[in-house]
């Protein structure tokens, strides 16, 4: 949502004081890791309104963790059920072997959830996929067309 508006998003895996020092570090704004009634946040409603421009780092432990796990060796994409197709095309144009990994959130005792929504978002980007499919890649999208 935030980039769909033009915001220039920094991924921060931590909640802390280290993600403040980030944001002064990239010129931008920290979002609230709680949802707030006034400002930016990691709820998607509260970056409905972003301007475009708008340097804001998002401290995610989950989503973030991964991005910055992997970006140095591969091109790492966000997608979800609002965005899926496009997502699916911009892969499919630029890559060959495509990983579609739904991120799932890591519980406090370090344990990984995947939710419904994690698949049907994973399933939703493989339907637009072309190619031979893993097990795992046919469950989700099978989740996506339950």
């Known amino acids: 949502m935030a980039n769909n508006n033009g915001a220039i998003i920094f991924p921060s895996q931590w909640k802390n004081r280290s993600a403040l020092d980030y944001a002064l570090s990239v010129n931008a704004q920290l979002a609230s890791h709680e949802r707030i009634a006034n400002g930016y946040s990691l709820s998607p409603f509260s970056l409905v309104n972003v301007f475009a421009n708008t340097r804001l780092v998002l401290p995610s432990p989950n989503g973030a963790t991964f991005t910055l796990a ?56 493989v339907n637009y996929l072309q190619g031979r499919f893993s097990a795992e890649v046919k469950a989700t999208l099978a989740v996506f067309r339950v």
Do not use: Y
């Open 70 to 125: 992997v970006q140095q060796q591969a091109q790492v994409l966000t997608g979800c059920l609002r965005n899926c197709e496009a997502v699916a095309n911009f892969a499919q144009k630029h890559g060959k072997g495509i990983s579609v990994i739904p991120a799932g959130k890591r519980w406090n005792d370090g344990s990984l959830r995947i939710a419904v929504e994690d698949m049907m978002s994973a399933g939703a980007i």
